[in-house]
């Protein structure tokens, strides 16, 4: 009779939910640890793309997704005094919704359900203070003294990944791309069937469903790299930074009060980061995964959906093989075209979306079909 195999897994976002739910589908042993006292989430909200609902669907859920979220009927684009530049109306692929999107919220409440129900047991208010490693596992001491021995360790610690600095130092820390993103839930006019991209000089807004109540306002601008803001200066900013645009996005803008809230919840600012940690992402049978190995910035809704993927190859080559270090150098083969692909076109997206100069931006438009049909190519293909 097989020996059961034992997994930790840190972290318990959407990377860290969706590596432990698949690995106790498969009978593994897992424990999650989690460093917050709730088991809540940050954010807003998140679209999931053709390939993020075909990980969903492999992690059981997706009919809860679907639900949950909203399916809007495509995008239309603006500049910033309202005048339509296009219209984006996709096909749905043979297998799932070409989108989806939903309040972080309620994709958080839909994974921890389907963690608990593949036996998962999350413990709240901890983490991992050491680890040691043995001829065929892991032993590790938690910060509340106690101590488990592991056949792996799945790090899905986020973009600060504690884990990423403890194995590779601060050479991998996340990357200042000069740009920061605004989001803020706000309620959602019932005519609205389209999210709606604004481009104006100074930044890009976008208004993005998250159920048939809520959408929210993401609006993303340039920043001077080590930039930080007070919750005191939001609203004022924000409201700075949309001034000249009409429409939903004047109409948004004009709703924010001075204390920095919204109408829906606190207004959310970050600096826009990357992660780009070289192969392999693990060190004997301690592995990254999401974003602590790869953050990437919003342009293509791409960040949950690539954790998931993690995730999920990640579970099947472990399947497929006794050995982890064998499972873990095939899925770093699988993982990293991918990821790298996905990184790339996200960055070029936001470089050009941000661009001043209207000849280069009207050449990266030119080729805007192209490109999203190259995307939607790579990412129809298995993960």
């Known amino acids: 009779m097989s020996r059961e195999r034992r997994a930790l897994v840190v972290g318990a976002g959407i990377g860290g939910l969706a590596a432990a739910t698949a690995l106790g589908g498969r009978g593994w042993s897992v424990d999650l640890v989690e460093i917050k006292q709730i088991n809540t989430t940050v954010g807003v909200g998140l679209n999931h793309p053709a390939n993020a609902l075909r990980a969903l669907r492999a992690l059981g859920v997706l009919e809860e997704v679907v639900a949950k979220g909203y399916q809007y009927r495509g995008i239309r684009r603006y500049d910033q005094s309202g005048s339509l530049i296009a219209v984006f109306e996709p096909e749905n692929p043979p297998d799932v919704p070409f989108q989806i999107s939903m309040t972080r919220a309620d994709l958080h409440d839909i994974m921890t359900a389907a963690a608990e129900k593949a036996g998962v047991r999350i413990r709240l208010g901890g983490s991992w203070r050491s680890f040691t490693e043995l001829a065929d596992g892991v032993r590790v001491v938690f910060t509340d003294g106690a101590v488990g021995t592991y056949d792996l360790v799945v790090a899905a610690d986020g973009i600060r990944s504690a884990m990423r600095a403890h194995l590779f130092g601060g050479r991998y820390d996340p990357i200042e791309t000069g740009y920061a993103c605004w989001r803020m839930a706000v309620p959602r006019p019932p005519e609205l069937t389209y999210s709606e991209y604004w481009n104006g000089a100074a930044a890009k807004a ?80 301690v592995v990254l995964i999401g974003d602590a190995a790869h953050a990437v910035t919003p342009h293509l809704a791409q960040g949950a959906g690539m954790a998931m993927e993690d995730a999920l190859v990640l579970a099947a080559e472990l399947d497929a093989t006794r050995s982890v270090p064998d499972a873990l150098a095939a899925f770093m083969a699988r993982r990293l075209p991918r990821v790298r692909f996905v990184q790339d076109h996200a960055h070029a997206i936001l470089l050009n979306e941000m661009e001043s100069d209207s000849a280069r931006k009207a050449a990266f438009a030119a080729g805007l079909g192209a490109r999203q049909a190259e995307i939607t190519r790579v990412l129809a293909a298995p993960a």
């Open 206 to 285: 976008t208004v993005i469903h998250l159920n048939r109540d809520l959408m929210y306002l993401l609006v993303v601008e340039q920043t001077e790299p080590g930039f930080r803001l007070d919750r005191g200066h939001m609203a004022d900013r924000l409201r700075g930074r949309l001034a000249g645009f009409g429409g939903i996005i004047g109409r948004i803008r004009d709703s924010i009060d001075s204390s920095g809230d919204g109408l829906h919840g606190h207004i959310h600012w970050a600096p826009l980061q990357e992660v780009v940690l070289p192969a392999p992402w693990y060190r004997g049978r």
